[in-house]
């Protein structure tokens, strides 16, 4: 009887799993230079301000949000790679970004830079015009690319800002239900993968799921200075301490 | 006689060729690049300009510091518009053209992304002020680029 019951147990722990594996396609976990045991994915706890040095290594990777955020100079160490319209589909086939004499994609310069830590903000274009579940498929190709290349890579995803009604005059398509549905959906995956998901969403938002006042731009859908900074200063405190090699087999 | 006809007319020659020389900006002086970027600024209602790190404008302008002299740059900081000043020395007249060339394609680069991203901020770009005076050259991408224009005369006075 008990071991039924385990066996009943036992399924129900792995279907749901299993269901969001199968919504998404395969699926690359992340080997993440971070004591997981500590630190469980995709949960990043609150710590003290780390120096600016910790972004030595990082490379930001987004759409306009990102070069606001790199322009505030908030994360001025930072490497960032940003392009204004950039989606999770875009950073896989777009040769934006020049290296020598040839053009490469988001995804392959930051394979390029094979940075320590990677930050994505991706996904505001996307689900501007696509349903969440299909943007978010995209972002878990993008992923699965990015790990593969990157197992040593502490990667962070970081939820997509809110927005107010004042966004549906450029963007139709654009709810505050869609942006928030969709980083349910980054969640998921960053657990998926075994990274991590920074909730920078639950900052910025009001209880109607729209951006705060001082935070949000005319448009409704970028943020002020302000609501740049705010974001920055979150990666400061919200941020795990990297396992040297040696740690990292002590650990393991 | 002869001696002090000439005499005058050597001073006199001085006289007026001091008075031109003090007219009009000097290549060997031009206005601070923050000065003329703070002129164009106060001419017109922009969006929430910030200011750039010179890190930030090579990146940005993929110029080499070893051309520029002076440097001054600022840009929407909510991202919501194409809106930015930017105003540059050069080191010398073989480094203006590299520079105006730079910002030329730098201009067209943005041209061609906002046409798919936001094509309502095209015309601001495409009618940006793109202006020279002795080794200082501005691009300014504003709502209104006459006001822009007269900024750029008058602090170049």
Known sequence: MFKRILAVLCVLLILPVSALSQAYGPVVRSAQPVDAAAYPPPAVPPCERVPDAYFDDAVLIGCSLMTGVELSGSIDHATFVARIGMSPRGAMNNKNFPSGSQYLTMADTVIALAPEKLYIMLGSNGIDIKRPADVLGEMNELLNYLIAALPDTLIYLISIPPVTPKVRVRYPYLTETKVATYNLGLEELASLHGIYYLNVYALLADDNGQTLGKYAADDGYHLTSAGYQLLADYLYTHALPILKPAQEKEAN | ?157
């Open chain 2, 1 to 157: 006689m002869r001696t002090q006809k000439k005499t005058s007319l050597t001073l006199l020659l001085t006289a007026i060729f001091l008075l031109l020389s003090a007219c009009g900006p000097s290549a060997a002086q031009p206005v601070p690049c923050a000065d003329v970027l703070a002129a164009v600024e106060e001419a017109q209602p922009f969006s929430e300009l910030v200011p750039l790190s010179d890190k930030l404008l090579q990146k940005y302008l993929g110029i080499d510091a070893a051309l520029l002299t002076d440097a001054a740059m600022s840009m929407d900081g909510t991202r919501v518009t194409a809106e930015q000043i930017i105003v540059l020395t050069a080191a010398d007249e073989k480094s203006l053209t590299a520079v105006q060339a730079a910002l030329s394609a730098y201009r067209d680069s943005y041209i061609a992304q906002y046409r798919d991203y936001q094509p309502d901020e095209v015309p601001k770009l495409e009618n940006a002020v793109l202006q020279t005076r002795g080794l200082q050259t501005a691009l300014v991408v504003s709502a209104n680029p006459t006001l822009a224009k007269s900024a750029l005369e008058k602090v170049w006075k």
